[in-house]
Each structure stands twice: as structure tokens, then as C-alpha cells.
Nanobody, 127 residues
Framework: QVQLVESGGGLVQAGGSLRLSCAASGRTFSIYAMGWFRQAPGKAREFVAA????????YYADSVKGRFTISRDNANNTAYLQMNSLKPEDTAVYCC????????????????????WGQGTQVTVSS
């Protein structure tokens, strides 16, 4: 079992930046692929970014590619999502998720792939 806690959300103007953190506790963090998803009001949860458990591959939704960067720090049991050039359409609740030994691009884009989820952090981008 692993527990996930997100932080770093807030209110930012369009064009600004935020860095989200996902702190993990419990079992060995290094065996988990980490993903970030978001859900805007009235919309389904959507994939944002993922990093494999080995850390050698990252995947992004087309809507955030070139603006967002996912990373992981196994020494500190934390995953990050650096978000730059934010747009109003990035407004959502952002959740991190963990899946043991996850590595497939296709699978890591699916909410069904992940066993563990955090509660989420609100990101609001004003125009």
C-alpha cells in the first residue's frame, strides 16, 4: 500500500507557472510508475503526464506537451509536475496516481491502470 498527498496547487494568472508535488509514503516508492490526471468541473478525468517506474520514459497529453514536465525523486519519495505557460483551460483538480512496475505508454494513460490515488489539489488559472 502507498499513500499519496498532493500539494502546490493554487491560483495563478495565465502564462504563469506552478509546481505540483506528490509525496508518497508506505511501500517502496521506486517501484511505482507515477501519473498525473486532472478533472475540470463537469468533465471526465483526463490524463496529463506519467513517468515509468524506472524513470527512463515520460509521457504527456498533447494538450500539455512542451509546457508541463513530470519528474520523480526517489530519494525523497516525491513526484513533481512542473507546469509552465498555464492557460485558463488548465484549471482543474490535479491528482497523482501510482502503479507498481508501470511502464507502458498506452496503459499509463488510463485511469484504470493505477492502484493508488491522492485526493487532489486545485489549480485555477485566471485569464
Amino acid at each position: 500500500q502507498v499513500q499519496l498527498v498532493e500539494s502546490g496547487g493554487g491560483l495563478v494568472q495565465a502564462g504563469g507557472s506552478l509546481r505540483l508535488s506528490c509525496a508518497a509514503s508506505g511501500r517502496t516508492f521506486s517501484i511505482y510508475a507515477m501519473g498525473w490526471f486532472r478533472q475540470a468541473p463537469g468533465k471526465a478525468r483526463e490524463f496529463v503526464a506519467a513517468v515509468t517506474w524506472t524513470g527512463d520514459s515520460t509521457y504527456y497529453a498533447d494538450s500539455v506537451k512542451g509546457r508541463f514536465t513530470i519528474s520523480r525523486d526517489n530519494a525523497n519519495n516525491t513526484a513533481y509536475l512542473q507546469m509552465n505557460s498555464l492557460k485558463p483551460e488548465d484549471t482543474a483538480v490535479y491528482c497523482c496516481a501510482a502503479e507498481p512496475f508501470g511502464s507502458s505508454d498506452y496503459k499509463l494513460r488510463s485511469t484504470y491502470e493505477y492502484d493508488y490515488w491522492g485526493q487532489g489539489t486545485q489549480v485555477t488559472v485566471s485569464s
